[in-house]
């Protein structure tokens, strides 16, 4: 019984990235607000770069809360979907060059978030990561954290609870 030899890592990287872009590319108001996701492993940090569009207060001037909330919300549902689909890319089942969004998983719903401001956000680029600490067959929760310049000094946090989607194949 002979094995498949492992495919080289480029084959690999390109089938990860690929993936990625399909999965963000699904959801157009990443593109309005601009966030992206930069990947190292399977971990995920997305990017909100500063747009004077997004500011709420411009006496201060400081982020808009919805565009923070949405920014934190957004970067839980990119990581929980991305979590899901690590061991399909993996293994090879996804096919990243057929893929279209429209093809990807059902994406998780938000059933509640919890935002807590610590800080007003300031005029330049913001990064959030997603901690995600139950992922079940109907439910998950995943912590969000958003810092600007220092990660040790997070300017908002999140707690966001999802129903999880049933496979495509049960209705």
Do not use: C
Request: charged residues 30%; glycine residues 6%; without cysteine.
């Amino acid at each position: 019984m002979s094995r498949r030899p492992p495919e080289p890592v480029q084959v690999i990287k390109q089938r990860r990235d690929a993936t990625l872009e399909a999965l963000v590319s699904g959801i157009p108001y990443l593109r309005h607000l601009g966030i992206r996701f930069d990947r190292r492993g399977d971990e995920l940090t997305a990017t909100l770069p500063y747009d004077d569009k997004l500011i709420g207060n411009p006496m201060l001037p400081a982020l808009h809360g919805g565009a923070t909330a949405a920014f934190l919300e957004t970067t839980a549902t990119i990581a929980l979907a991305w979590s899901r689909l690590w061991d399909e890319i993996e293994s090879g089942r996804v096919d990243p060059a057929a893929l279209d969004p429209k093809d990807m998983p059902r994406m998780p719903k938000t059933i509640d978030i919890t935002v807590d401001y610590l800080r007003s956000g300031l005029p330049r680029d913001a990064y959030a990561r997603a901690r995600i600490a139950r992922s079940g067959r109907r439910y998950a929760t995943v912590g969000v954290e958003a810092w600007q310049d220092n990660h040790d000094r997070p300017y908002a946090q999140a707690l966001v609870h999802f129903i999880m989607p049933r496979p495509r194949d049960d209705g």
